[in-house]
């Protein structure tokens, strides 16, 4: 008998509990990353394209051609990527959702793994540790990624997918000729 009469789980019982907090936690730090940095970076990201795109397209027109209705139109254009419809919002809404509930799920089963080995086997899962044990290690690896994208990856410069577009048409047209 270890804490409170209850006999400690084995080491395979508490490797098993090890990995799951670690999923539980990879989980729910990933979905954080995607929704509160990734989501709104790429959203700027294709918005700003687009209108880099419509903008190279109105300077790339003879000056004839440059008339103020034409040039609305354009930022019009420009403007109407700024919002996303209402499709795009229901889906990302929808992801959402899907992501609480997958944490739920996973922190559900890691809760009612702990709860049936300790009520039905009289055994304890030191629940403290592993999660603490998983916090510094997720701390650390944190801390690593967040120098090397300071040192490393503030340098690196990726290509515009309008850039991309132009690389390939023009590759593909050496192809054919």
Not at 79 to 105: A, C, H, I, M, S
Not at 129 to 140: H, S
Request: glycine fraction near 6%; charged fraction near 20%; include cysteine.
């Amino acid at each position: 008998m270890t804490r409170y009469g209850f006999k400690g789980v084995s080491h395979r019982e508490e490797l098993a509990f090890d990995v799951l907090t670690h999923v539980c936690i990879l989980t729910l730090v990933l979905t954080l990353f995607f929704w509160i940095v990734i989501s709104p970076l790429a959203k700027k990201a294709v918005t700003g394209e687009i209108k880099k795109a419509i903008n190279e397209a109105a300077q790339s027109l003879p000056s004839p051609n440059k008339n103020s209705t034409l040039q609305a139109t354009l930022k019009t254009a420009a403007n109407f990527y700024e919002t996303p419809d209402r499709v795009t919002e229901k889906n990302n809404q929808w992801l959402l959702g899907v992501n609480v509930l997958v944490l739920l799920v996973l922190f559900g089963i890691l809760a009612a793994g702990a709860f049936t080995i300790r009520s039905a086997c009289g055994k304890h899962v030191p629940m403290k540790k592993l999660l603490l044990e998983n916090l510094v290690l997720f701390g650390v690896i944190g801390f690593v990624e967040f120098l090397f994208f300071k040192v490393a990856g503030i340098k690196f410069v990726p290509v515009p997918p309008s850039e991309m577009a132009v690389l390939f048409s023009e590759k593909t047209k050496e192809k054919l000729q």
